[in-house]
């Protein structure tokens, strides 16, 4: 079995200017040159680099034995987790480390927004807010890191800063399914800044930035003006049912080490469409089976409703159209999404 690739993002978050919005949500829109899900709208991020894992990073951040970082993964029905990446390598940090390093650098690689604090801020932070720090030549550091992520570590060390790895909540973790050609193992993770930090697309990785709220990013995909793959579908619809950034912040401290369950969507190609099955759904097995597409082309979409529905409704491009949720109850403590949108342009 070939190993997926590590990757990390962040869902940055901040308050809405206007009082009738709830928050938005900082959107990156993949370049046309990606070879990879180009013109996507996504949340920043990327791959692990090796540099993500050093041992440099202990002497970075400061009281780093005293951080409570959450990376609990639990498998489907409570069930072994499916181990689909590679170990970090001996003599460096642990995941709940690496990972959030990872998720900060691509960040400001991709965004230029940087989630670092300065060392003599050395109190622990444990309320999921961080801010954009400001650093003399932050455009030749961004570039620099683009070219060599272990010049991240350079950044922090002559800017006296660290990553604000504290800030990040762990939210969820998405696994590419089998059918595409390039497989992540994804962790997302929640941070809010207090204002919208002015953001620049690197024009290489992304061609456009914005803050939008959910409800602004899903009208446009409906509308076939936004490409949405199904991670970040599914979890603009879950964040749709908070009203607020209060009601937010107020729901993440009752999940820390609840965990996030692995999610491998299971590929359904019938003769009048295709379904991507989530675990929880009636017809959803196990992540074993996952990991097979199912085909058959005498049955339809119809054959395969169940009394518990969890399932997206996809494109030939494996691209969301529509999630179908049926007497579901998300696991772990977790939000069910709001369902009603649907994408009519195809």
């Known amino acids: ?69 959450n990376l609990n993964i639990v498998g489907y029905n409570d069930e072994p987790v499916l181990k689909l990446i590679q170990d970090n390598e001996k003599n460096s940090i642990s ?44 455009s030749s550091w961004r570039k620099l890191v683009q070219n060599d992520a272990s010049k991240f570590i350079d950044l ?36 809010i800044v207090n204002s919208p930090t002015f953001v620049t697309p690197d024009g290489i990785e992304t061609s456009y930035a914005s803050w939008n709220t959910p409800d602004e990013i899903l009208s446009k995909f409906e509308l076939g003006e936004e490409i949405l793959v199904t991670p970040q579908f599914y979890e603009l619809l879950r964040l749709k049912r908070f009203i607020s950034i209060e ?5 993440i401290p009752k999940r820390i080490g609840q965990g996030c369950e692995q999610i491998i969507p299971k590929i359904i190609v019938v003769k009048d469409g295709i379904l991507t ?13 996952a990991l097979q597409i199912y085909y058959d082309a005498d049955k339809n979409l119809k054959d395969f409703d169940t009394t518990v529905m969890h399932r997206i409704h996809v494109t030939d491009r494996y691209l969301p159209i529509k999630l179908i949720i049926n007497n579901y ?18």
Not at 98 to 126: D, H, M, Q, V, Y
Not at 277 to 289: A, F, I, R, V, W
Request: proline share 5%.
């Open 156 to 191: 922090c060390y002559q800017n006296n800063c660290y990553p604000n790895i504290s800030a990040l909540f762990f939210w969820s973790n998405w696994l590419s399914p089998p059918v595409v050609k390039s497989k992540f193992d994804t962790k997302f993770f929640i941070a």
């Open 1 to 69: 079995m070939s190993y997926w690739r590590e990757a990390s993002s962040i869902i940055l978050l901040t308050r809405s200017p206007n009082i009738n919005s709830s928050f938005k949500v900082l959107c990156l829109k993949r370049s046309n040159l990606n070879s990879f899900l180009p013109n996507v709208t996504v949340f920043p991020g990327g791959t692990t680099e090796k540099s993500d894992s050093s041992l440099e990073w202990i002497n970075i951040i400061p009281a780093h034995n005293k951080l409570e970082l």
């Open 329 to 346: 109850t998300s696991k772990h403590g977790h939000i069910v999404p709001f369902t009603k949108i649907y994408r009519s342009n195809l």
């Open 277 to 289: 099955l989530l675990p929880g759904d009636g017809k959803y097995k196990n992540l074993e089976d």
């Open 95 to 138: 995941k709940d480390f690496s990972l959030r390093i990872a998720a900060i650098r691509e960040t400001f690689e991709e965004s230029g927004i940087l989630l670092c604090r300065k060392r003599s801020n050395s109190n622990i932070n444990t309320s999921f807010k961080c801010s954009h720090l400001e650093i003399e030549q932050i």
């Open 247 to 251: 009601a937010l912040i107020k729901f």
